[in-house]
């Protein structure tokens, strides 16, 4: 499945929203120099109890900037507890440890991904999902983002306006970074028309992302970001 990284996060955004859970905070960010650990509290907002289970999603960028989700093929993430059963209105903190290496080649991300448990009679687990009256199952997921990394990455990002006013950005970097975050060496004088143009983007590591012609004016040329 390959989608673009905040359409998808939005998506369950909205999703965690409408059934009354609030994740916080949405996005985590571990630098694995100075720690290895944090933490998500979940609220359950609804009027029912609501069962959750904790697990991890490896999501492995492709180079046209969208996603695949796939098991951790190691035990390199901890989340403690690893179920709850939330009261209407309780809140949970879930513990997140990283344990794989600190020395990284590039930048990995993850969903910490938390899913509905149906629970029967007696307190039993129910395998199906649960069966409405409509006759549709549902099964409802809850992410938030959680990105690893370490000092000694970086990114490389690279915009190229084309004749047409098409733009590519180009990531050769070892680290993921955001396109609220850069500014463009040569097009200082016109950074808002830049950031207007480029909108909110998520630029994982070895990545190209080409995105619609602008309508603002911009010069042709190739100019290099740095992160502000």
């Known amino acids: 499945m390959r989608r673009y990284i905040f359409g998808g996060f939005i998506s369950c955004f ?34 029912r109890d609501l069962p959750l289970e904790a697990n991890v999603r490896r999501l492995k960028f492709l180079p046209d900037g969208t996603f695949q989700t796939s098991d951790l093929s190691s035990e ?44 029967g009679q007696n307190n039993a687990r129910i395998d199906n999902p649960i069966g409405l009256t409509t006759g549709i199952n549902l099964q409802v997921h809850y992410n938030a983002l959680l990105h690893i990394h370490s000092s000694s990455l970086e990114p490389d990002v690279n915009l190229h306006i084309d004749e047409q006013g098409k733009l590519t950005l180009t990531n050769s970097g070892s680290r ?24 909110e983007q998520f630029i994982p590591p070895r990545s190209i992302i080409t995105l619609p012609s602008s309508l603002n004016y911009l010069p042709v040329g190739t100019y290099h970001g740095y992160e502000n």
């Open 14 to 47: 909205l999703c965690a929203q409408a059934f009354g859970i609030t994740l916080f905070p949405t996005v985590i960010e571990l630098n694995t120099d100075h720690r290895v650990t944090s933490q998500l509290v979940v609220t359950n907002n609804s009027t």
């Open 76 to 119: 390199v993430m901890f989340v403690f507890p690893p179920a709850a059963m939330l009261a209407p209105g309780e809140r949970q903190v879930f513990r997140i440890q990283w344990l794989g290496n600190r020395s990284l080649e590039t930048s990995q991300s993850y969903f910490v991904r938390f899913s509905t448990v149906n629970i």
């Open 176 to 199: 993921f970074t955001y396109t609220s975050l850069l500014h463009f060496k040569g097009l200082e004088s016109q950074n808002q028309k830049v950031h207007e143009a480029l909108g």
